[in-house]
């Protein structure tokens, strides 16, 4: 069982940056794909980016394309996603996952609680 523990979120004005970081419990933490799902109100949960359990492949959403990058260190057990010029449409709660490379939800296996990013316009 792998758990997974958000933290980085919160309010930000429109431009802004901000870092999500995920720390997992799993001692074979390299050898799982990690991503981020994201969630608006009234909104279907969605595919933002994932990476490969060894960080050599990446992929992003076309929404997220260019603003946002996924990395991890596998030393530390951690992932983290760098989330630069902000819009107030990237609003919502953001997830972290654990499972096999993919953009789908059915992909990963594991899921964090989820922590919220407010953009203000």
């Known amino acids: 069982q792998v758990q997974l523990v958000e933290s980085g979120g919160g309010l930000v004005q429109a431009g802004g940056s901000l870092r999500l970081s995920c720390a997992a419990s799993e001692r074979t933490f390299s050898t799982y794909a990690m991503g981020w799902f994201r969630q608006a109100p009234g909104k279907e949960r969605e595919f933002v980016a994932t990476i490969s359990g060894t960080g050599q492949r990446t992929v992003y959403a076309d929404s997220v ?9 596998n030393a530390k057990n951690t992932a983290y996603l760098q989330m630069n010029s902000l819009k107030p449409e990237d609003t919502a709660s953001y997830f972290c996952v654990a499972g096999r ?14 922590t919220q990013v407010t953009v203000s316009s």
């Open 65 to 73: 394309n260019g603003r946002f990058t996924i990395s991890r260190d």
């Open 101 to 114: 490379y993919g953009t789908s939800r059915l992909d990963y296996e594991y899921w964090g609680q989820g």
